[in-house]
């Protein structure tokens, strides 16, 4: 299988790039696109170039010919030009302007080209030096030098050196030689190692040896091997291997083998299999025995049946038998049928099954199970089950009732019953529910309510819904509700209003969120028309703290209407977490208005933990305002933690306001542990403030506990000083 070479384009494609890099690209006609493509092939090379000859046959513009304008006409000529009503035409009349001057007056019109809008003149003097380019290279690329736009400057220079490289390779590659480092050398390089690689890779590898850096060198291993390897694939990689190892090396080597497999497959392999053992010899057979079972299987095999066996032959059998089977898959098959059990009679047959299952599912599937148990008997259960039940449903699940129980048969058994419910859900269901009650039906079940509910999630709830009750039949409801909440929220709402199970709440309760998430108004909207009642009320429970972000006061007036229980407590927790996240201070108004209790004390721990966060110092506030209990003991230690954390100069400046007392204690208490860790010594310093001896001191002790075992020594000096009592310091320093 031949290759040929991308080299080339990619260094035209290279120069092409560089050539436009000035012309604007606003989505032109058709017309004015091919004119910006013949800047770069402006005309057919002559067969003999001559300097100084004028090669006018080869011009394509079918109303301008070379000679016919004056360069005392060019001024009026671009200037009506200019007036032409799109960009498109102004470019196309430049373009027949351009090709119309005598050459010798090109030199003159460029550099009237100047005075050209930015998005014009590049295309016109490229085609203009371009021209010039044909018949005296060498001036026109000292024009080119001289453009007064380094950009522009390099893309005329590579449509020169394109020319020029065409006409006079030796002249050209002398100029490329004295040229310095810079932009045009780097993209002109392609454009050198192209001409030079067609006439004498071997050359061009020993000029690139003298003119380029190691890394140049290595960039351009590929595409000079590859030229190479088209003419002397052997000497190509003999000279590639005397060369040092290294990954442009060894890829170049890659593809020389290929080319040399498609010319002579013998003396590739020969190669190869000589290699030194190791990672080169390994890809080198890989690429070469590949290639060869793209032209011919059987040598491929033979070649592969060569190897040592082991991983390298197992998936090189597996890569033939897949391109076999593209060729002939009765001969693969029987051929890989005919290898002794083992690892590679599995990598062939593996690699067969997918076309084998595409091709006849039947006698793929009877094969199966000639098979022993394992993974490859399993592969092909599910490949010809998908296949079969795509063509033959009833049949392919026939027969996948007749295999043995276990994982194996339940998986091919989904495979069949996930095409069938796409393409005929209501035969592949009834078929489902006609099966014994287990779990293999509860598994199927699964599977015909995921598939149908892609196509009528609406008759698959219904479906779902009227089968016997069931853990199977409850996760089948909800899976199609939830898909039906998708495209109808309003038909999935009503139809989990008329489920009567115990997690009927659960299945409202995502479907109301569902629809909540999509379409807020409309679902407030249905359910607050909905009959008073238990499931009324949770629906819109489901709802609650979106609703609080978005009106709270009604919001929170529905959940106080509301009956005394968990409902009730629930809502109230909804309403106080989203009116926390819009209005903290309001949503702490509500929740002090609560009756003390449970409650109460729940909301307010929900508000302040939201309310930290964002302001920590106003949730402080309001939580030391609480009466001394365990309200606020917890209410302080959802805020003191996490202000501490990120701001500890702040929460120091606040304590420094309270007044000495319990909630001052317990505000420190807390603080203190938040700086244990990191700074045990200001830990300490805040917690002999602490007014109540016993707290203080249980506290103290705590926290120098931690710090004996973090830095001994420190500790025991602050405890030696500390105000502890002597029992207290005796029963610490003897850790």
């Known amino acids: 299988m031949k290759r040929s070479s991308l080299f080339p384009a990619l260094v035209l494609l290279g120069c092409g790039v560089a050539a436009g890099m000035f012309i604007e690209q606003h989505q032109l006609h058709t017309e004015i696109a091919a004119a910006n493509h013949s800047v770069v092939t402006d005309s057919p090379s002559p067969q003999n170039f001559v300097p100084g000859e004028n090669p006018t046959a080869a011009h394509n513009a079918s109303d301008s010919q070379p000679g016919t304008l004056g360069i005392d006409q060019l001024a009026t000529r671009i200037r009506q030009a200019l007036v032409a009503r799109s960009y498109a035409r102004r470019a196309q009349e430049l373009e027949k302007i351009a090709r119309a001057l005598a050459l010798a007056d090109i030199p003159q019109a460029i550099a009237q080209a100047e005075d050209l809008p930015v998005n014009l003149r590049a295309s016109f003097v490229q085609l203009l030096i371009g021209r010039w380019a044909e018949v005296d290279p060498a001036a026109a690329m000292a024009c080119a030098q001289k453009l007064s736009r380094s950009q522009e400057r390099t893309a005329a220079g590579l449509i020169v050196l394109n020319k020029w490289l065409q006409h006079d390779r030796r002249g050209a590659v002398a100029w490329f030689e004295k040229q310095p480092n ?240 796409l393409n005929d859900p209501n035969a592949a269901a009834a078929t489902v529910q006609s099966l014994p009650a287990g779990a293999t039906r509860d598994n199927l079940i699964s599977s015909v309510v995921s598939q149908w509910s892609q196509t009528d999630s609406e008759a698959a709830a219904q479906w779902a819904m009227a089968l016997p009750a069931s853990k199977a039949q409850r996760d089948a409801v909800q899976e199609a509700l939830s898909r039906l909440a998708i495209s109808n929220p309003q038909s999935a709402a009503q139809l989990a209003l008329s489920l009567n199970t115990e997690t009927s709440g659960e299945i409202e309760s995502k479907v109301a969120s569902q629809w909540a998430a999509s379409d807020f108004d409309g679902a407030l909207a249905w359910m607050q028309q909905l009959p008073a009642g238990t499931q009324r009320d949770n629906f819109l429970n489901n709802l609650a703290k979106q609703w609080a972000a978005k009106d709270p006061q009604a919001a929170s007036s529905w959940a106080l209407q509301l009956p005394e229980g968990p409902l009730r407590d629930a809502a109230v927790l909804n309403v106080s977490r989203g009116w926390t996240e819009n209005s903290p201070q309001e949503a702490a108004k509500f929740i002090t208005a609560l009756p003390p209790g449970d409650l109460q004390c729940d909301a307010a721990i929900s508000v302040v933990s939201e309310w930290a966060a964002s302001e920590p110092a106003a949730a402080a506030a309001w939580a030391v305002a609480f009466p001394e209990g365990p309200l606020r003991q917890s209410a302080l230690q959802n805020v003191v933690p996490t202000w501490g954390n990120t701001d500890p100069q702040g929460v120091e400046n606040w304590l420094g306001t309270l007044p000495a007392g319990s909630s001052r204690d317990t505000a420190v208490e807390i603080f203190a542990n938040t700086l244990a860790d990191n700074s045990p010594s200001a830990a300490m310093q805040w917690l002999e403030t602490v007014s109540d001896p016993a707290t203080r001191d249980s506290q103290l002790e705590n926290v120098a506990s931690r710090w004996l075992g973090e830095n001994r020594d420190a500790a025991a000096k602050w405890i030696a000083s500390s105000s502890l009592n002597d029992q207290q310091k005796s029963r610490l320093l003897g850790q």
């Not at 095999?301 to 197992?314: D, I, R």
């Open 182 to 421: 810079g932009e045009l050398r780097t993209q002109a390089m392609p454009l050198v190692v192209s001409a030079l690689a067609k006439e004498d890779p071997a050359a061009t590898l020993a000029w690139l040896d003298a003119h380029s850096n190691a890394q140049t060198r290595a960039e351009f291993l590929s595409p000079i091997f590859r030229r190479w390897a088209a003419s002397d694939p052997a000497a190509a990689a003999k000279k590639l291997l005397q060369m040092s190892a290294n990954p442009q090396r060894d890829s170049a080597f890659t593809q020389v083998l290929i080319q040399w497999t498609d010319q002579a497959p013998d003396a590739a392999l020969a190669c190869s299999r000589a290699l030194p053992e190791g990672l080169l010899k390994q890809n080198a057979l890989r690429c070469v025995i590949s290639e060869l079972a793209q032209n011919d299987p059987q040598q491929a095999l033979q070649a592969a049946n060569a190897l040592t066996p082991g991983a390298l032959q197992y998936e090189l059998l597996g890569t033939i038998a897949g391109q076999w089977a593209q060729v002939d898959l009765n001969a693969a098959l029987d051929w890989a049928k005919a290898l002794p059990d083992g690892k590679a009679r599995d990598a062939m047959l593996g690699n067969l099954s997918s076309a084998w299952a595409r091709e006849d599912p039947a006698a793929a599937a009877a094969f199966a199970q000639t098979l022993p148990p394992g993974k490859l008997q399993e592969n092909f259960f599910n490949l010809a089950a998908a296949n079969w039940g795509q063509s033959d449903p009833a049949a392919a699940f026939a027969w996948t009732r007749q295999l043995p129980a276990g994982p194996g048969q339940l998986a091919a058994m989904q495979s069949v019953v996930n095409s069938w419910a």
